[in-house]
């Protein structure tokens, strides 16, 4: 691959895309995988769960690498206490952040901003109410009751990948309550500054598929209202349909 341009000051790359299937890519992707990567592969739980976590590595380290100039496979990633993956070569100040669900891969990349994002399903049996009152804020739980039921399902899943997406920002996982601060379901516009783990965090929904949601929080430096630049890529080489 060619080598991409950096994220300017203020700007995060957003990526989505779907992870391939086809055997020679997947063979080609799990070549650039790490040792402790391939251990991790090796012991989860089904083919399909497999194949879509060697995808989404490889397609990880070959956008990484084309940012670093380095072949993929000599990218060095280390893993934070509650999981954040990031750069072990911190040369470049690049921080980045990636969900998958089904087959679709969404990515944040952002040049010493740290960065998460999150996407999720919609499914309708889901139990919302009895999820909220183990994740949500009180508030949270009282403004998603009082919507029309037509609602909540969506208001659920919005709220859940704004949440997701600011703890994974912060590198805390769910390790920090998500009760520990409130998300509005709805709001105007659709970019907010939240303050979660002493951190101020701008939030916003992001553009995906129908019948998924996805959300990304940008570290806000200082608590500044400056909103991010969104950046959509589609990466050198096209390394799965772009959605």
């Not at 879509?52 to 590595?57: E, L």
């Not at 804020?137 to 969506?154: D, G, N, T, Y």
């Not at 516009?189 to 959300?215: G, S």
Request: with cysteine; aromatic share 6%.
């Amino acid at each position: 691959m060619k080598p991409s341009p950096l994220p300017l000051d203020g700007e995060v790359h957003l990526y989505c895309l779907n992870l391939p299937h086809d055997a020679s890519k997947l063979t080609g992707y799990g070549c650039l995988l790490s040792e402790a990567e391939t251990k991790r592969a090796g012991l989860l739980k089904s083919e399909l769960v497999t194949s879509r976590f060697i995808a989404g590595r490889g397609i990880l380290r070959t956008i990484l690498g084309a940012y670093l100039d380095v072949d993929p496979a000599d990218v060095k990633l280390a893993t934070g206490e509650h999981g954040k993956p990031y750069l072990a070569d911190g040369t470049k100040d690049l921080r980045f952040n990636l969900s998958h669900v089904d087959d679709l891969l969404v990515l944040a990349v952002a040049a010493g901003l740290e960065v998460g994002i999150d996407i999720e399903k919609i499914a309708a049996g889901k139990p919302v109410h009895d999820i909220a009152r183990l994740a949500f804020s009180r508030q949270e739980q009282e403004v998603l009751l009082a919507m029309p039921a037509s609602r909540q399902i969506q208001a659920f899943y919005r709220c859940w990948v704004l949440k997701e997406a600011c703890l994974k920002a912060c590198g805390s996982g769910f390790s920090l309550p998500g009760s520990s601060f409130d998300m509005p379901l709805i709001f105007e516009p659709m970019v907010k500054l939240i303050n979660c783990n002493q951190t101020f965090w701008h939030v916003r929904d992001i553009e995906v598929p129908e019948k998924y949601c996805a959300a990304l929080a940008v570290e806000a430096r200082g608590g500044s209202p400056s909103l991010p630049e969104i950046v959509w890529c589609v990466p050198n080489g096209k390394l799965a349909d772009n959605t």
